[in-house]
């Protein structure tokens, strides 16, 4: 069965990085599909951050744009989150995703999603 691991996350400064991975077993990537990464914060909803296709195309949400990128390595069957210049904002719980298809408008058409990995800037 499909299982998607988040690793990576911490405590980090104003201004700090981190990356936060995403190790997916138990799929065969087949095309079309969509991988994302999602942030829920205390008392929020959750929120989308990052999409990649399987053409490798991204998009990215306007908060987090020049300072997020997502990246995968096919070969490890890993999803990447390089997360720059972070903000006390950012500080969530953050999941990745996966959809069988293009990528969605909607989050909830995501089938399968990771345990989260806690980000905390202060």
């Known amino acids: 069965h499909v299982q998607l691991v ?9 201004g700090g990085s981190l990356r936060v991975s995403c190790e997916v077993s138990g ?4 095309k079309p599909y969509c991988m994302g990464w999602f942030r829920q914060a205390p008392g929020e909803e959750r929120e989308g951050v990052a999409t990649i296709d399987g053409n ?3 998009s990215c949400a306007d908060s987090v744009k020049g300072r997020f990128t997502i990246s995968e390595d096919n070969v490890k069957n890993t999803l ?3 997360l720059n210049n972070l903000e006390p904002e950012d500080t969530a719980i953050y999941y990745c995703a996966l959809h069988r298809g293009f990528c969605p408008e909607r989050s ?9 990995t806690q980000v905390t800037v202060s």
């Open 6 to 14: 988040e690793s990576g996350g911490g405590s980090v400064q104003v």
């Open 27 to 30: 799929y065969t990537a087949d």
């Open 56 to 58: 490798g195309d991204t």
């Open 80 to 82: 990447y989150l390089q």
């Open 108 to 116: 909830d058409v995501f089938a399968f999603w990771g345990q989260g």
